[in-house]
């Protein structure tokens, strides 16, 4: 039961039937997994429709199945920065769409030393900001990645 891709189109729709002062936030996180003896993860992509800027929110979000090639499961460098892809190109898709909204891409890394995900802090916000020309936003500050990416698969799965 994977959404392969999100309908930007009913993103779009979505957005337009909304007020002035709607943001957009995009996030992306993964999971990895075993199955047969062979490393996958799960990409799970959201965007977050904040209506408004006050009222709610709308969520639309796709799981994409990829092999996993990393090799440290506690610096997992290649899952990460497929994360920072899959972003950046929903970002490039919306922001054609939508130009009238503030769109924030948010990126589940964690820039403190201690966690697996800080290796690829600066290549991820250099990635996002060549990219998109904006400025990511990581993790505390990165909830449609943290939370709203996070819980987009198990919605599905429920």
Same mark, same amino acid.
């Given at each position: 039961m994977?959404?392969?891709?999100i309908?930007?189109?009913k993103?779009?729709a979505?957005? $337009?039937?909304c007020?002035p002062?709607?943001k957009?936030?995009? !996030?992306?996180d993964?999971?990895?997994f075993? *199955?047969k !003896? %062979?490393? *996958?993860a799960?990409?799970t992509?959201?965007?977050v &429709?904040h209506i408004? !800027?006050?009222?709610?929110c709308?969520?639309?979000?796709?799981?994409?199945?990829?092999? $996993?090639y990393d090799v440290? +499961?506690? @610096?997992?460098?290649?899952r /990460?920065?497929?994360e920072v892809? +899959? &972003?950046s190109? /929903?970002?490039l898709e919306?922001?054609e769409q939508?130009v009238?909204?503030?769109?924030e891409v948010? /990126?589940?890394i964690n820039? +403190?030393? %201690?966690?697996?995900?800080? =290796? &690829?802090v600066?290549?991820?916000i250099? *990635?996002?900001?060549?990219? =998109?020309? &904006?400025?990511p /936003?990581?993790?505390?500050?990165?909830?449609a990645a943290?939370?709203?990416?996070? @819980?987009?698969k %198990?919605i599905l799965?429920a």
């Open positions: 994977l959404d392969k891709k309908d930007v189109e993103v779009k979505f957005v $337009d039937s007020g002062n709607t957009i936030y995009i !996030g992306c993964s999971e990895r075993k *199955y !003896g %062979e490393w *996958y799960d990409y992509l959201a965007v &429709v408004n !800027g006050r009222h709610g709308k969520i639309f979000g796709a799981v994409e199945r990829e092999r $996993d440290k +499961k506690n @610096r997992p460098s290649i /990460l920065m497929n892809y +899959k &972003v190109a /929903l970002y919306l922001v939508i009238e909204h503030d769109i948010h /990126l589940d820039p +403190k030393e %201690e966690y697996g995900s800080s =290796c &690829v600066s290549q991820a250099g *990635y996002i900001k060549g990219t =998109c020309n &904006v400025t /936003l990581v993790k505390p500050q990165a909830f943290s939370y709203a990416a996070d @819980r987009w %198990e799965a």
